[in-house]
């Protein structure tokens, strides 16, 4: 159901102004890959690098935002698909509102990331698609919540990786890959991308 007698309200403030403000670009930094690929934990040390430098920063979290925003919704290919539409549209606010926001979620399918490409472009925000290229036998070895396990003996349906597809990105702007480097080594390493794309201000 699409809403309706709605009207768009202009900002009396002008993005420019806000990220005058706080010193920085608005972007969205976009981590996709496979459950225990390390997506969190990259992400919030990410998060930590930044906010020590004085950047102010924000993570999405998969998990975290299906305690809240996101918590009448299930695992359904549907399901999913909403979930990744509500997260880039915020992505979208905060990025808008000049913070450095990072998402952590899954996101397995490939058109759901597009869209979300899609829209910060139409917005004119930078959107960075960060593949965590992570094997799925390290994966499974990690396997904090005990999930692989569950989907592998049947107990658990649509998990992505077993019995639902994970569509890697074919073109991202990074690629992380967290079994040969540390996550204080990798978040480095995204900041000085940021650096060379003149997202990030020294």
């Known amino acids: 159901m699409n809403a309706t007698n709605i009207t768009w309200h202009m900002n009396h403030v002008k993005r420019e102004e806000r990220e005058h403000l706080l010193g920085q670009k608005g972007i969205t930094i976009w981590l996709t890959g496979l459950p225990s690929s390390g997506k969190s934990t990259t992400a919030f040390t990410l998060e930590h690098d930044l906010i020590k430098r004085g950047r102010l920063a924000y993570v999405l979290d998969g998990d975290n935002v299906r ?118 080594i990798l978040s480095l390493e995204i900041i000085d991308y940021l650096r060379s794309e003149n997202l990030l201000r020294s």
């Not at 915020?90 to 952590?104: C, K, R």
């Not at 979620?105 to 992570?134: C, M, N, W």
């Not at 639902?164 to 690629?175: I, R």
């Open 67 to 184: 305690h809240g925003l996101n918590k009448n919704l299930g695992f359904s290919a549907e399901d999913r698909e909403e979930n990744i539409r509500r997260i880039s549209e915020v992505a979208l606010l905060f990025a808008d509102a000049g913070i450095i926001t990072i998402t952590s979620f899954i996101s397995p399918y490939r058109q759901d990331r597009d869209l979300a490409r899609k829209k910060h472009g139409e917005k004119g925000l930078p959107f960075i698609e960060i593949f965590v290229d992570t094997p799925i036998e390290i994966c499974e070895a990690r396997d904090p919540k005990g999930l692989y396990k569950k989907a592998r003996m049947g107990e658990l349906k649509g998990f992505t990786g077993i019995d639902d597809p994970y569509e890697s990105p074919l073109n991202p702007e990074f690629v992380s890959r967290t079994e040969a480097k540390s996550p204080e």
